[in-house]
């Protein structure tokens, strides 16, 4: 492979993005626009989640009402703590949706007809999940006082649930669909990469590249670094429109997310290198990409509801999006700061998805030119 023409194929692409008004917006300025125009039509507050307890009570009414919250595996009793410090490590890493204190005296309380009070650590990264649990929490909290035949319950005063959210304190949605949305917008600089290399079959220029030195991988490289580069332009201006316009905090690293959003881009244009060898017309390419990435990741990848669990072929239909991970990493670096090597799993999810489609890209072009 010769780096010298590599950098002219990503010199002669780059030119071609800066030079035609349509390519220019649809790799470096659609994602900020379709950011700006979803977050308002998906911002909306409304399985199984997964909780640790502290219960500093250790009585047997404390018991039985841990039992009757987790009786019909809606709400699952995950982890046993015993201490405070132990719920933010399970709450960043996602081991958890929720953590529940039952403080001392719980049992005294209801038995004296007063109202106890219990202390719902909620994950606000994702208020759709807290809204759920909160909800869940204070109906079964309120059922279970009256199915105990306490006093307090006679007199109309159920079990109180205090709930407070780390994260996003206010379970603003906004401030976590805008993170969600940027698996989704991030994807139209490889729609233009789908369309540039289909570009080249349906006017017949592909034929004169090949009858240059230029190889198969000097090709293709040279037009994936071209519009992942784009594409990171893209990904700052997506940036700028998630704090600037809608105010969500982002607590991570810039580098951080410019890595891992390079990460992404390679997992979707990869995926696109290999389709483009199936496909000869632009149209096609783009009908593509959005049955394969765009529609399925609306619905499937956590953005909107978490991923199901509900069978192996939901799971299976969910992590194979690489917005999946995306989505996981985007709110983790906004919302909770996470660093590089706390994200490990997902960035590597994507970059052997990625790599794995790059090369069976490379060898079925290289095939084709031979």
Known sequence: MSLHRA??????????????????????????????????????????????????DRSYLSRLYLHSLTSDQDLILAYNISSYVEIDPLLTSGQIDAALVIPPGFANTIHRGQPAQVQAIIDGADPFVGTQIVSSLTARSGAFVAAAG??????????????????????????????????????????????????EKETGTLEGLIATPVSGVEYIMGKLMAYMAAGLISAILALLVAVLWFRVPFRGELAVYLLLAADYFLACMGATVVIAEFVKSQQTAMFIV?????????????????????????????????????????????????????????????????????????????????
Do not use: C
């Open 7 to 56: 950098v002219a194929i990503v010199r002669k692409e780059i030119l071609h993005i800066i030079r035609d008004p349509r390519n220019f917006f649809l790799v470096t300025v659609s994602p900020a626009f379709l950011l700006l125009l979803l977050s308002y039509i998906f911002s909306f507050d409304v399985g199984q989640f997964n909780l640790a307890v502290l219960d500093l």
């Open 290 to 370: 959005l049955i394969i990435f765009i529609v399925p990741s609306f619905f499937l990848s956590g953005m909107i509801s978490p991923v199901s669990t509900g069978s192996p072929g939901s799971m299976l239909a969910s992590y194979a999006l690489p917005s999946t991970h995306f989505v996981e990493i985007s709110r983790n670096l906004f919302l909770k700061g996470l660093r590089l090597d706390q994200m490990v799993r997902p960035a590597l999810i994507l970059l052997g998805m990625g790599s794995g489609a790059l090369a069976i890209g490379l060898l079925r072009f290289r095939k084709k030119v031979a």
């Open 150 to 199: 306490a006093t307090a319950a006679q007199q109309g005063q159920p079990l109180q649930v205090r709930t407070q959210a780390w994260y996003n304190a206010a379970l603003k949605s906004m401030n976590s669909m805008v993170p969600g949305l940027l698996a989704i917008v991030l994807i139209m600089p490889t729609m233009a990469l789908a369309l540039a290399l289909t570009r």
